[in-house]
């Protein structure tokens, strides 16, 4: 059995499932933390625990960096070097090599860069990725793809596409005969608890599980014809790519502030807003899944990556999509940005300065039980490291109860509570 997912409850297209991994099970939908460098940013794994965690995200261009992932394989993989013993999914590195690197330059056999930390040449080909990502030891491997700028023209946006199916496919060779090469598949693996909660306790894989991912830009016909031909490769499971949030600036009002005073040094006779078509590209984004979900096979996980607001994951998960991932709950965090049931707040505003309720007053979270917005605002204007871990600690906590308060809504067959806006917390 590559990736066991089973299907238990089902409202329209919406579906709980759950998902067994070689570290424990997996409920879906599911929202995974993003623990970019072996860590969720500010967070100790205890506490990712107690948040109900129960997969998070590493990434393989960061630990391919630093700490080298030989360094992280001889030490027994991610999981033992972090000390995690849920469930752990690599991204293939080609979204960092895209947005973060230098002088990339893209050929058939892969992508070379040079490091953002020291400079040095390196070169990511499908092979590669899935030798790091074996020696990281996650348990969900993503293909190499190559992320597709937006906007692109539809020549590029087809070429890219063409691209990533090819290396869709290298990615699956190289992966099939290498995947028991992972640090976990000759010692056992599975905790007590993670067996307990598996229901099964013998049926888990011993091998991870690679997804390939549907690129195709922002063309329907593109993102369609990629899905076929992406299931005719076979995979456990898909994902969506290409769709991200996580690198938007609109949304940090910190970065908004410092554009506008430096723009107007400039001294321009008049200034633009830019950047804040955000319900454009939401409904574009949710065209693009839906087109894709047509086609991906209903009894396997799907995956949109990169994704997003709490409003729009849990609009997502109700159009049948079972995982996804961001930076905006844990980097927004350490900008002062709370997602609350009230709506988003900047909690560097002054009006927060003698506010003795919680972040929000319906977050069972062990932040909003002890402390106070005053407090949070004088932890973060002075800078306190506190701040980023209080901060991150609530932001991934309302992110983790709103898609427990899908699963829940999914069981009692009515989601339309959740999308009516307003996501009450159960
Ligand atoms: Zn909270």
Redesign the pocket.
């Known amino acids: 059995m590559t990736l066991p997912f089973t299907i238990e409850s089902q409202t329209g297209p919406a579906r709980l499932a759950r998902i067994s991994t070689a570290h424990g099970p997996v409920e879906t939908p599911s929202f995974m933390p993003v623990g970019t460098a072996g860590t969720v940013k500010a967070v100790p794994q205890g506490i990712l625990e107690d948040l109900g965690a129960q997969i998070i995200l590493g990434n393989t261009y960061h630990l391919y960096l630093r700490p080298g992932h030989e360094l992280v394989r001889n030490l027994g993989g991610l999981h033992k070097f972090m000390s995690w013993d849920r469930a752990l999914l690599t991204d293939s590195g080609g979204f960092q090599v895209f947005s973060l690197s230098e002088l990339r330059k893209v050929k058939e056999e892969g992508v070379s860069f040079r490091s953002h930390l020291d400079g040095t040449s390196h070169l990511f080909t499908p092979e590669r990725s899935m030798e790091i990502q074996i020696a990281l030891g996650a348990d969900i491997v993503m293909a190499f793809d190559e992320c597709t700028e937006h906007p692109a023209e539809r020549e590029r946006a087809r070429a890219s596409m063409e691209m990533t199916l090819r290396w869709a496919k290298r990615s699956k060779d190289y992966f099939e005969a290498h995947k028991h090469e992972v640090p976990w598949n000759s010692v056992p693996a599975l905790s007590a608890e993670n067996a307990e909660g598996m229901g099964h306790p013998t049926a888990y894989p011993t091998a991870p599980a690679l997804f390939g991912i549907i690129q195709g830009g922002m063309y329907p016909d593109l993102r369609r014809e990629s899905a076929e031909r992406t299931v005719e490769l076979d995979f456990p499971g898909y994902a969506i790519g290409g769709l991200s949030v996580g690198e938007s600036r609109a949304m940090y009002p910190d970065l908004r502030r410092e554009s506008a005073e430096r723009t107007v040094e400039l001294d321009f006779p008049g200034y633009a807003i830019g950047g804040l078509s955000v319900g454009e590209s939401r409904a574009k984004t949710m065209e693009m899944i839906a087109v894709v979900l047509e086609i991906l096979p209903k009894d396997k996980p799907r995956y949109v990556m990169g994704v997003g607001y709490p409003e729009e994951i849990v609009q997502y998960a109700a159009m049948g999509v079972d995982m996804m991932d961001c930076v905006l709950p844990t980097r927004a965090a350490r900008h002062g940005l709370l997602f609350t049931s009230e709506g988003r707040i900047n909690i560097k505003n002054a009006r927060y300065a003698q506010d003795q309720g919680?972040?929000?007053p319906k977050?069972?979270?062990r932040?909003?039980a002890r402390y106070t917005r005053a407090y949070l605002r004088h932890l973060f204007v002075s800078a306190e490291p506190l701040a980023g871990v209080l901060n991150t600690v609530?932001n991934l906590?309302?992110y983790l109860d709103t898609m427990r308060s899908v699963r829940h809504a999914i069981t009692l067959g009515d989601l339309s509570g959740m999308l009516s806006g307003s996501v009450s917390l159960t």
């Open positions: 919680p972040a929000d977050c069972a979270c932040v909003c609530h906590a309302y």
